[in-house]
């Protein structure tokens, strides 16, 4: 498994996007996309020789996430991109990782499935198999 994003939660994406770009030198390399499973809106961002970075805004609906960002926000999960989803959620099961959300489509990767798990420390985790996006901009 290796690190492919980190994902920062918003109130606002737009803001979030243009923070980024100023203050870090990152460019948007995707449309701005609603997940409806998981009831954000997201947006990659890229940097030659950085990670990517996944800012996420609410919806209404996600009453937690609404919380987190109504109190600043910030960093919300690290991602790893694995060969298999489903050898690697079992394998993240195995060493002692809780499943939050069993693999489902995830509008932001083509519909791929994401997951995400709880590891120590509170710490949130995604896990994805798959280099897709959806909507990449600007040859980004």
Not at 7 to 34: H, L, P, S
Not at 36 to 61: C, G, M, N, R, W
Not at 100 to 126: C, K, S, T
Request: hydrophobic content about 40%; proline content about 3%; charged content about 25%.
């Amino acid at each position: 498994m290796v690190i492919d994003h980190i994902c920062i939660a918003v109130k606002e994406i737009e803001e979030g996007i243009g923070y980024w770009e100023r203050v870090f030198g990152y460019k948007q390399m995707t449309g701005i996309v609603v997940n409806s499973l998981q009831k954000v809106k997201v947006a990659f961002l890229k940097k030659e020789d950085s990670l990517t970075i996944k800012i996420i805004e609410p919806l209404i609906e996600n009453v937690s996430l609404v919380n987190f960002v109504s109190r600043g926000g910030g960093f919300h999960h690290i991602c790893f991109k694995c060969d298999n989803i489903n050898e690697g959620l079992k394998e993240l099961k195995e060493k002692g990782l809780i499943t939050l959300v069993p693999p489902q489509p995830g509008e932001a990767f083509n519909n791929h499935n994401i997951a995400f798990l709880l590891a120590r420390y509170g710490l949130n985790i995604e896990l994805i198999d798959t280099d897709e996006r959806a909507e990449t901009i600007g040859g980004v």
